[in-house]
């Protein structure tokens, strides 16, 4: 299992989306999400990301929460 924290800024991903679901679909690693503040088309990215690999979604809009 991987757990993701992210202000939704992608800083230069080096892989598609795509590219990730599929390599952790093929080692069975599940990828949970913590999202402080995202914006809705990040927010959806990250929710495909979590079900796709069988992971969980978090989302809050203040990090002390």
Known sequence: ???????GRDEGSSYPLESV???AQ???VSI???GVG???DYQNKMIK??????GKFYL????KN
């Open 26 to 28: 093929r080692k069975r």
């Open 38 to 40: 995202l914006n809705s």
């Open 49 to 54: 990301l979590t079900k796709e690999t069988k």
């Open 1 to 7: 299992s991987i757990c993701v924290l992210t202000d």
């Open 60 to 63: 809050t809009q203040d990090p």
């Open 21 to 23: 679901i599929s390599k």
């Open 32 to 34: 949970s999400v913590v």
